[in-house]
Antibody
């Protein structure tokens, strides 16, 4: 059973860059899956941020594309998220996820989730 | 962007009763739809993919149906552990762009 564990700061100042890491256990980031991030503002729905593959192939939600980077580190069996120019609207629980790409489909669904980490943007 | 709309926002159901949740896509997504369950303070978990295939370990009381733009999640006889928020998500976009519905909260009546 794949285990995903997020780590990073719980508090970020406005205009700063958020950096989160997700450590993958009981599996390898080289399995061919896409790895990524989903966030959930307090009392709101889920929002997909983007995904990355061990080959370096990335896909981003267009609403984030200009300020987000997701990358996979095969040497450490982990992947990361960077969000630049954070604002209060970025306050959310951030989940790291593993995507599954079913045969015959162009997209992914999420088959494993981390427990989530709350990130608050405040001065 | 494909917009997903879930209804109702809140569904009040008594234990043992049937719950029917709806999810609508703004354009056809074939059967590229997943459902997730999220309990308070927890991460979502995968329930259904391919619109109707239960994920590993999901009880048979959960069933999904639909294709194109209209989808339904049915819980045949609600158990206490089923009271939660349910999210639908499409995965028909290229390049990949996952979009979720706003969620339906199933609460105890």
């Amino acid at each position: 059973q794949v285990q995903l564990q997020e780590s990073g700061p719980g508090l970020v100042k406005p205009s700063e860059t958020l950096s989160l890491t997700c450590v993958v256990s009981d599996s390898s980031v080289n399995t061919g899956h896409h790895w990524g991030w989903v966030r959930q503002p307090p009392e709101k729905g889920l929002e997909w941020i983007g995904s990355s593959h061990a080959t370096g192939n990335t896909n981003y939600n267009p609403s984030f594309k200009s300020r987000v980077t997701i990358s996979v580190d095969t040497s450490k069996n982990q992947f990361s998220l960077k969000v630049r120019s954070m604002t209060a609207a970025d306050t959310a629980v951030y989940y790291c996820v593993r995507h599954f790409h079913p045969d015959g489909s162009t997209g992914f669904y999420v088959d494993h989730w981390g427990q989530g980490t709350l990130v608050t943007v405040s001065s | 962007e494909i917009v997903m709309t879930q209804s109702p926002a809140t569904l009040s159901v008594s234990p043992g009763e049937r719950a029917t949740l709806s999810c609508r896509a703004s354009q056809s997504i074939s059967s590229n739809l997943a459902w997730y369950q999220q309990k308070p303070g927890q991460a979502p978990t995968l329930l259904i993919y391919g619109a109707s295939t239960r994920a590993t370990g999901i009880p048979a009381r959960f069933s999904g149906s639909g294709s194109g733009t209209e989808f339904t999640l049915t819980i045949s006889s609600l158990q206490s552990e089923d009271f939660a928020v349910y999210h639908c998500q499409q995965y028909n976009s290229w390049p990949p762009m996952l979009t979720f519905g706003g969620g339906t909260k199933v609460e105890i009546k």
